[in-house]
């Protein structure tokens, strides 16, 4: 199952391999710019929005970037691939 530090934990990682600010991954996941930093202050995380960024840091995953290995990865979707 994943979790709001998952998430977090993705994000972090993602941003710093792209040199971008956690507002800026914020914004292109969620599509809002203070939904990362409200999760870091404790806001809840709906399952459906947990999901969706799962998917969507799969998908956008940098070759070379090693995966968390304690957040299960599921596979890249069919328009990703």
Known sequence: MVTA???LSLA???A????LELVTVS???F???KKLSSIKD???LTLKRA???LRWFSDQWPDGLEWPL???RPSKSEVAA
């Open 70 to 72: 304690w957040v299960d």
């Open 51 to 53: 999901l969706h960024a």
């Open 12 to 14: 972090e990682a993602y």
């Open 31 to 33: 599509n809002d710019g």
């Open 5 to 7: 530090q998952d998430i």
């Open 42 to 44: 404790g806001s809840d």
């Open 27 to 29: 914004s292109r996941v």
């Open 16 to 19: 710093t391999a792209h040199g």
